[in-house]
């Protein structure tokens, strides 16, 4: 036990950027010079073999099973602690399979499922009115979870120049309210193709409360099938569904797009970024979005050029996300005595961590989230500027 105990505090003591205290074995330790920012409780030791294969998975399972407790709140705490996840263990070889999952569409169908089918009761738990699932745009202050979410998907719309009868391809499209705004303000026929079988039923029932029919229509479909499709569209829209198409198939991504839209068509692309490329964090990948990839900018730019796609404009939100998953979080917070009997405590005590730890790393820049509009070739017929 005291050996076990020696090694995680030694092992610890490598995030000392930040002073913190660790209690446990009725013992308190002092990580980093000055006085401490917060307090972790560790009620039962981490096994040395869990902390040399990833930091992230060992602490993240430790939290989740309820061996490791953070006093106070675990935002602002793990906002100081992620500031150094360069220093996190990674053993790239024992985790291969769980880093590099396959990318055929079965697999993916499968890993897309695992978290977007959990139970649309679950989601309408937290998520604001829209069922909106991306960051939102918060124009002013004081604008409510549902403000910033309307405020985002008309900010994006309006990027996109969208006219009367114009086509409108969604992919991942979520549970629709993009879309079904697009057929309200601008009357354009619109398309979504989503891998999650429940996205797609509360998307057409939707699109049947409204008044939508033929107008708007959802199917389940990856987005390999573009290309057989036989569809054509004026304007292409994806938002944050690039984390899913891994590393490998990003220009098949793009080739996909290419299909379908027209010459001169627009694409906007939203999607989480990286400032260099990674293979991703193991905790994040076994519990919480299995085959994740987040793409670099830089690569995706360099891509767009070799497929004569202009950029015609990049823009970060990334405060927009740490700002938004904290209004999750406080949503979620409100009816976590409802999800623990959905599920049980350890799986909101897992969703309370992904959300926080998300929220600290957009706030570090760990990760970052672009919005890029694009131009199928040359497009001199949109505005010169834009409002913002």
Not at 3 to 30: G, S, T
Not at 109 to 120: C, L
Not at 207 to 215: A, S
Not at 341 to 367: H, K, P, Q
Request: hydrophobic residues 35%; glycine residues 6%; aromatic residues 10%.
């Amino acid at each position: 036990m005291k050996q076990e105990m020696d090694y995680i505090v030694k092992h610890l003591e490598k995030f000392d950027q930040v002073p913190f205290c660790v209690a446990m074995d009725q013992k308190e330790y002092r990580i980093g010079a000055g006085d401490p920012k917060f307090r972790v409780v560790l009620r039962n030791p981490i096994p040395k073999t869990a902390l040399l294969t990833s930091t992230s998975l060992a602490l993240g399972e430790s939290y989740m099973k309820g061996d490791l407790e953070v006093e106070g709140d675990l935002f602002s705490a793990l906002d100081l602690f992620l500031g150094q996840m360069e220093r996190f263990m990674t053993n790239k070889t024992v985790l291969h399979k769980l880093i590099h999952t396959s990318t055929s569409m079965k697999n993916q169908k499968a890993e897309v499922s695992s978290h977007y089918d959990i139970g649309n009761d679950f989601y309408r738990l937290w998520l604001d009115e829209t069922l909106s699932y991306s960051c939102g745009y918060f124009a002013k202050p004081q604008d409510t979870l549902y403000e910033a979410q309307m405020g985002k998907i008309h900010h994006t719309l309006d990027k996109l120049e969208l006219e009367k009868d114009m086509f409108l391809l969604d992919i991942g499209c979520g549970w629709g309210y993009m879309l079904i705004e697009a057929a309200k303000k601008y009357h354009v026929k619109g398309i979504g193709i989503t891998l999650s079988e429940e996205q797609c039923k509360a998307c057409r029932q939707r699109i049947e409360e409204e008044g939508l029919r033929g107008e708007v229509q959802v199917y389940v479909m990856d987005y390999r099938e573009l290309a057989g499709s036989g569809m054509r569209f004026d304007r292409v829209v994806s938002v944050g569904m690039l984390e899913h198409v891994g590393r490998q198939n990003y220009e098949l991504f793009l080739k996909s797009v290419d299909s379908v839209l027209k010459p001169s068509g627009l694409f906007l692309l939203h999607y989480i970024s990286a400032l260099k490329e990674h293979p991703g964090d193991p905790w994040i990948k076994k519990y919480i979005f299995p085959g994740g990839m987040i793409p670099s900018l830089r690569e995706m730019i360099q891509l767009f050029g070799d497929h004569r796609y202009y950029t015609l404009d990049v823009e970060s939100l990334r405060r927009h996300y740490v700002k938004t998953l904290l209004c999750w979080r406080d949503n979620f917070e409100k009816h976590r005595e409802e999800i623990a009997e959905m599920f049980d405590t350890e799986f909101v005590r897992m969703w309370e961590l992904y959300l926080c730890s998300c929220a600290a790393s957009f706030d570090n820049g760990i990760v970052d989230l672009h919005q890029i509009l694009l131009s199928k070739g040359v497009n001199n017929r949109i505005p010169m500027t834009r409002p913002c």
